[in-house]
């Protein structure tokens, strides 16, 4: 998918870029009704009408596409009947038309078209689009849509351009090199889509303006040090002054930029071979 860029006619368009959509087979359909669930907004709010998560308010109004992320019909072939947009991630969806008249969305990969089969099962065709176990795919494989628990769904590489490589296969595990560097174990019995999530192109995407943003629902972020000492830590002094302290905090005081987070106890860390790459 290619990237388009506009003349500067105004500051907001000098550096804007957006995507061409070529994968995008009917730029005219729309969704799938069925598929459909309505979204309410929160504005970042919990049900005491408290801001819980910061920046979230405003926005286009959008449905939910529904996912299959677990790809459950097992041995029962289905057409890829178009490739569409979904506003609520990055990558784009292929709605699937099984033969036995059911619809699903899936995660479209990259070099899949209308007009495609694609199939999930134990045993089916090593084929872009196709779902099956670790198990039954040669090392080397790239996939995503990777569960972590069998029969959980797919929650590793669901991004934009994403994939794992299936590095080798031992005790029961299958070891895969994660898009972060790191390489992690998961039970081979987890399946996992053969391809790589298409609309590469998406991390060459420039917002270009402050509204742009705005539409997709994010406030805007106020640095620490241009605040009131009440307002955050880092607030305060005469002038344009440095934060004042050690290391950079969260508004709330706690240790920021570099703090490492993970709990060390934290139970899936054996199955951790080998940390992300700086």
């Not at 797919?154 to 029961?172: E, F, M, V």
């Not at 605040?227 to 240790?255: F, L, Q, R």
Request: charged share 25%.
């Amino acid at each position: 998918m290619g990237v388009k860029r506009f003349n500067p006619t105004s500051p907001g368009v000098r550096h804007k870029t957006v995507s061409t959509f070529d994968e995008i087979t009917d730029k005219g359909k729309k969704p799938e009704k069925s598929l459909l669930v309505k979204q309410s907004k929160t504005g970042g709010r919990n049900f005491q009408g408290k801001i819980t998560t910061r920046h979230i308010g405003g926005g286009a109004r959008r449905h939910y596409r529904l996912i299959d992320f677990k790809r459950g019909k097992h041995n029962v072939p289905a057409n890829v009947v178009a490739i569409e947009y979904d506003p609520n991630r990055s990558a784009n969806i292929a709605l699937l038309h099984y033969v036995d008249g059911s619809k699903a969305y899936i995660l479209a990969p990259l070099g899949l078209s209308k007009g495609d089969k694609v199939i999930s099962g134990p045993s089916v065709e090593i084929k872009v689009g196709n779902a099956m176990p670790l198990s039954a795919m040669p090392i080397g494989s790239t996939v995503h849509n990777i569960e972590m628990q069998p029969g959980r769904g797919g929650q590793i590489a669901r991004s934009a351009g994403n994939y794992a490589s299936l590095a080798g296969r031992d005790n029961g595990y299958a070891t895969l090199k994660m898009p972060s560097g790191e390489m992690r174990r998961v039970s081979e019995k987890c399946f996992a889509t053969i391809g790589r999530v298409g609309n590469v192109d998406h991390e060459l995407i420039s917002i270009g303006k402050a509204g742009r943003k705005r539409h997709m629902g994010v406030k805007p972020t106020v640095r620490g040090v241009v605040m009131n000492p009440c307002d955050h830590p880092h607030g305060g002094g005469e002038g344009k002054s440095p934060i004042g302290m050690a290391s950079p905090v969260t508004p709330w005081g706690k240790p920021t930029l570099g703090k490492k987070t993970r709990k060390d106890k934290k139970p899936s860390s054996k199955f951790i071979v080998k940390r992300r790459t700086k």
